[in-house]
């Protein structure tokens, strides 16, 4: 039973570089979600997949921002013109299920330092 | 809008003693959910609880119980016979139960060390 991964673990990039993020869930799982989370704070909602469909994003999301998950597998984050506000952790997360509980599993995240 | 307050920004405990962590919330919605989550040092957000806002009864899993007072809109995490590994951060979180409301809103967190 593999749970969520990300890839990569670790990124540092230059001030408006781009960046790419990939996560894949639990297999079975139709439900995937992107998270922000900066030093010192909680997790931070981006945005929420149910299949391939993007239902649900945040105000966070700012146009430099895109979310894909093509095939309802894996997803990716891409992050344009990076900016050193963009440094965090960037979690992904995923979860079976309608209503109750849906317990959210995380993965390991993707640390992204912008210099 | 949902939040979440926790207000413990370090709590320091002994080996085997029981803490309790605290957390309020503040919702419309009738239907939510209360989660915790542990967050070690490696980064990974560790499901450990849920309370449904219409249980009777208190969450328990092992060590990890929920004590849910509803009126008073409080979710305490208390841990009993705590060890070194659960030294980590704690995360208290909520989600509407609507159709369509998936996302979890977290508060701020507490950072618990256990001493030997």
């Known amino acids: 039973d593999t749970g969520v991964s990300q890839d990569p673990r670790h990124k540092i990039t230059k001030r408006g570089q781009n960046v790419t993020f990939r996560c894949d869930p639990i297999?079975?799982?139709?439900?995937l979600y992107w998270y922000r989370q900066t030093l010192g704070q909680g997790p931070e909602f981006l945005t929420y997949?149910?299949?391939?469909?993007?239902?649900?994003k945040s105000r966070l999301l700012s146009d430099r921002f895109s979310a894909e998950r093509p095939k309802g597998s894996f997803s990716t984050l891409e992050i344009q013109r990076t900016e050193q506000g963009d440094s965090a952790m960037y979690l992904c997360?995923?979860?079976?299920?309608?209503?109750?509980?849906?317990?959210?599993?995380f993965g390991p995240g993707t640390r992204l330092t912008v210099t | 809008a949902q939040k979440i307050t926790q207000t413990q920004p370090g709590m320091f405990v002994q080996e085997k003693e029981a803490v309790t962590l605290d957390c309020t919330y503040d919702?419309?919605?009738?239907?939510?959910?209360l989660f915790w989550y542990k967050q070690p040092s490696s980064g990974e957000m560790i499901f450990l609880i849920y309370?449904?806002?219409?249980?009777?009864q208190n969450a328990t899993e092992g060590r990890y119980s929920l004590n849910f007072q509803k009126a008073r809109k409080s979710a305490n995490l208390v841990i009993s016979a705590s060890q070194l590994g659960d030294s980590a951060m704690y995360f208290c979180?909520?989600?509407?139960?609507?159709?369509?409301?998936?996302?979890?809103?977290f508060g701020q967190g507490t950072r618990l060390t256990i001493n030997p």
């Open positions: 997360a995923s979860s079976l299920g309608w209503t109750g509980m849906n317990e959210q599993y």
């Open positions: 297999s079975e799982h139709n439900r």
């Open positions: 997949f149910q299949n391939e469909a993007q239902l649900e």
């Open positions: 919702t419309s919605d009738q239907s939510y959910g």
């Open positions: 309370q449904g806002s219409y249980d009777e």
């Open positions: 979180a909520m989600r509407s139960i609507i159709q369509g409301a998936q996302k979890l809103v």
